[in-house]
């Protein structure tokens, strides 16, 4: 029945109640669990309220002689944490008060309550040190046959603890059930439980496959315990968390196992008998708090850090499962194989955030924007209920992608970093995000930071390559290339930067060699890797052959499900034909691309292709549209709308009015938008100042394209501004330069398709200065 609460050997303090025998710190209902160093402070203090207690003395009785250890450090760092689970403070403290350069002094009001039969609760603290390794010895299925109830019934603590800064292995879930579900059910409701701590890193699944592939076996491979502790001694991690789960009558014995992947020791053994398959969740708190907690963490962390299962994920076995499935499908199969398994998860939940969440995102991947954005509102909507790791995720995804309020989401991705500073997936996408708005030293930091965390994060190569290229860094841009490559790491984001490091280095053969790869590949890498040859052809003026390759790219996608990206495309071909004087088959183009519903990058190249073309009325009624659906899209108020009104004002003859609507864009336009080349408004407020002849200043714009050539790259807008600059020059009275930059643009062009209108009416300018 257990020793009733009046003879607990029990000592009172303030609003606390310290068990001796269990570590337990009671306060206001409330119940956690002292770690050991602060425990013993804390026993030691109360023994002797209001005396001294000298550093020398609590060195003595941390530590043993032999110990090697900084003390001061490890002293300070025990008490900090025993003031954080006491709400106490070092500048006006309660209990503990610090005499400097000497020790401590407990100096609250002490009620100690006497133990069993009289025993001096003193006794006990060293009882309770003992009594722990005795434990050890029985088998746990013993132990599970000898006690019934719903709750924690037993659990071990170590010496061994973490740092904090080590990352553990997270080994497949052990199901001895009958009950498929199980497995991966619970193998995710404890990855979610745990993913909460800031103080534990679980090694990623990029890192698990890139282990695994050293040793020889499947990315698939199952992650055994044996499996499990060679992966964590190749990563260099320190403990394996192997879960385990087995039926019992009608009841279900719960394991949560940590083993020092070095030695094989058990560092940490809990274990929960659960009367129902219903309360197994809440069995799985119970066991992860506990492990967290003997692991290292301080109950401060733990209490802020700890939402239940239930509410931050879902109370459905079945929906977690649908859910599991289809993360690992995604890393498997891509987005497309994945996007069933969360429908099914939140069919069977409809208030499951993160499979919300999971499922716009992959929606987002196909270039389906619309049904990316209603899935992301809708885990929003539900992200008062999930803990805090989840909702610094939700949040991030939701203002990049939903909202694109760009500022907001590099506030939360911060604050993701500095809470969870071993989690990699906030300095990826912080990288991206600044790379998108053009702080490209920012993103190159942050993908660095990324890579420290997670060196087989290959969209981390990809962010840093790409941000290093924009910055025209073009030899430490391959060498972050090769680096991947060693690592085995050959996907999509590592082949990416691959093409355009090709078209800077002139080196076509490379770039075939990357169109050859993507070939047949599922999902949206061919139809990318073809939209990128469509730009290059388009560079080069050939633009029949362009077309045709932005047909293969619209195919390609439609392929893959994703109108949305065919419709890009499309409307790619649209607004280069009108930039180069096509202008009927830029109106053909543009109403195929409005054809296949686009989402909102295909819509506003639409609008600019229409602004061109000089259809006004469709080309606003166009980007207003998008403007209606996201009102608060940083780049689409700052980029492409003053571009898309600045063409619009140009096309009807009022370049003062241009000129104004790109000024807006100033603080973004060496950004990389998704939707408009970089660099769009420079070129628009360039032609603004040919048309009101003032050659000089249209000079610089265009030559600000020319010296951002790593951030073009094979955009058609980087030819374009060879030819337009010759113009400025020309206007402003320097002959020689316009030559020489009519020149140029007639080089890059000379296999271009002869009857473009724009090539001939640069020939015909170029005559007149000779």
Known sequence: MGIPAESEPCVRFGEFKLDLRTRELRSNGHRSYLQEQPFQILALLLDRPGQLVSRDELMKKLWPSDTFVDFDHSINKAVNRLREALDDSVDQPRFIETVPRRGYRFVGPVAPSPGPAGEDPRLLVEKQHALKWQLLVPATVLLVMGLVGGGLYWRSRSAHRLAGKETIVLADFVNNTTDPVLEDALQQALLASLNQSPFLTILSDDKVREQLGYMGRPATD???????????????SMVVLVGSISSLGTHYALGLNAVNCQTGESISRQVADVESREKILQAIDRISTETRETLGESLGSIQKYNVRLEQATTSSLEALRSYRIGLQTDLTQGSAAAIPFFKQAIALDQNFSEACAALGVSYFNLGQADLGVRYLKRAMALSSRINAHEKLDVSASYYSAATRELDKAIEVLQLWEKTYPGDPDAPIDLSYTYWIVGQYEQCAAASRRALGIDASASVAYSNLAGCLVSLDRLDAARKVVDDAFSRKLDDFFA???????????????????????????PGQEEGMFLGYQADTEAFHGRLNKSHEYSRRAVDSELRADSKEGAATNQAYAALWQAEFGNLVQARKDAARALALSPGRDGKLVIA???????????????ANDVLKAYPLDTLLQFYSLPSIQAAVELSRGDAAKAEDFTERARPYELGTPTDLRPLYPSYVRGQAYLAMHRGNEAAVEFQRILDHRGLNANSPLGALAHLQIGRAYALSGDPAKARTAYQDFLVLWKDADPDIPILKQAKAEYAKLR
């Open 495 to 521: 082949r990416q930067p691959l093409y355009s490091l090709a078209f800077l280095q002139g080196d076509e053969p490379e770039m075939q060699k990357q169109l050859a790869w993507a070939a047949g590949r």
């Open 608 to 622: 600019m292709a229409l602004a061109r073309i000089g259809d006004f009325s469709r080309a606003k009624a166009v």
């Open 222 to 236: 199952r992650l055994t315990e044996p499996v499990a502790r060679e992966v964590c001694q190749r990563a260099g």
